[in-house]
């Protein structure tokens, strides 16, 4: 009786096995570099040192400067003028960025070590400060404008109420705008430290980089360009154009100063996320060796920007006579400063009722 469970025949594939038994030769593969990944790149420690003290100085500047700023124009017993108001909101946006500098400065050597809560309240504040400065800037070439190149009395009971109701509103834009920053966490790196960044989700991460780069770079520096480079261009002409118009409007020295002040730190930045963005986005063919250069040029030129922070006090130091002579009279009376003749403390050039009472 024959077992149903054994075969009654069987298969013999060694002959075949043989045949097919041959070895790869793997030595002729080129890899494309194109499809490898580029090495993360880490700044040696001598940067990182230098970096680190670097923010550490910007902190020390700016806390003081700024508040001397904002104590000199808050204090001042004159009517605020609106570009004064606005200048004592953009010192207290600085404010707002220099407190973060700390928290960056330890990052860069040591990592993130502060947690995902204080990561998110830090981003937060710096976007905060970011959108809210420029948006001031831009309210303060407006005013210029409407003030000089419109004659708009400056003086008027509605253009206070007013402007205190666009610095209302530009705190409340800056704050939406900076709402992303909420999305910001705490996570470990490739190098095992932890970094406080956004964290995308890869099926939708080029979706959302490029949603918020866009609202960035629009509404943070584009948009806000557009409108004060022809308010300005308009304005100067206009008091080129006036026998000594440029000379009475001292203060015109100062605001232009401040935007320009601004541009040089913040535009490289914009700049280096734009093609850190076309790189990201398949846009632009890129290499690791562009890879790398776009991330370096991004950290230097973030810092660079964070250096605007203590800007503004030193230009109005240098530039602002009129804020000079405000706080040396604060100074005497704290009785800092020893007085000086009285014929030296009014000295002071003819003035229309259009300049900046403090600047």
């Not at 420690?45 to 500047?61: E, M, Q, R």
């Not at 831009?138 to 005013?143: A, K, N, P, R, W």
């Not at 935007?259 to 990201?280: E, G, N, Q, S």
Request: glycine share 6%; aromatic share 12%; proline share 4%.
């Amino acid at each position: 009786m024959t077992d149903l469970n054994t075969p009654s025949f069987s298969l013999d594939f060694s002959s075949a096995y043989e045949e097919l038994n041959f070895t790869y030769n793997y030595t002729d593969f080129i890899p494309n570099p194109a499809t490898q990944p580029c090495d993360t790149y880490s700044f040696p420690d001598t940067v990182t040192l230098v970096v680190c003290v670097f923010y550490v100085s910007i902190f020390l500047l700016a806390i003081p400067g700024n508040l001397v700023v904002g104590l000199v124009i808050g204090l001042s017993k004159q009517p605020l003028t609106p570009s004064d108001l606005y200048l004592l909101h953009l010192a207290v946006a600085d404010l707002l960025l220099a407190i973060t500098l700390p928290f960056w400065a330890t990052s860069v050597t040591q990592g993130w070590v502060f947690g995902d809560a204080m990561c998110k309240v830090v981003t937060v504040l710096q976007e905060l400060s970011f959108y809210s400065s420029i948006l001031f800037l831009t309210c303060i070439s407006m005013d210029r404008y409407m003030v000089i190149v419109r004659a708009i009395e400056a003086r008027r009971a509605n253009r206070q109420v007013f402007s205190w109701a666009v610095c209302g509103g530009v705190w409340v834009v800056g704050g939406l705008l900076s709402l992303p920053g909420f999305f910001s966490s705490s996570f470990p790196s490739q190098n095992s430290t932890h970094i406080c960044a956004v964290q995308y989700n890869p099926e939708s991460a080029d979706e959302w980089r490029l949603a918020t780069r866009v609202l960035r770079h629009a509404l943070g520096f584009i948009i806000p360009l557009v409108i004060m480079l022809p308010c300005y261009g308009v304005t100067i002409q206009r008091l080129l154009h006036i026998r000594g118009g440029f000379q009475r409007q001292r203060a015109m020295r100062v605001i232009v100063c401040v935007v320009v002040a601004f541009l040089l730190c913040w535009t490289p930045y914009h700049i280096a996320v734009m093609a850190d963005t076309f790189f990201r986005l398949k846009f632009v063919y890129y290499g690791c060796q562009e890879r790398m250069a776009v991330d370096q040029a991004m950290f230097a030129t973030q810092s660079l920007g964070l250096l605007h922070s203590c800007v503004n006090p030193v230009l109005y130091a240098f530039v602002g006579e009129k804020f000079r002579r405000k706080l040396q009279q604060k100074m005497r009376k704290m009785g800092i400063m020893e007085r000086v003749s009285v014929s030296r403390i009014s000295r002071s050039s003819i003035s229309s009722e259009i300049t900046s009472t403090v600047m």
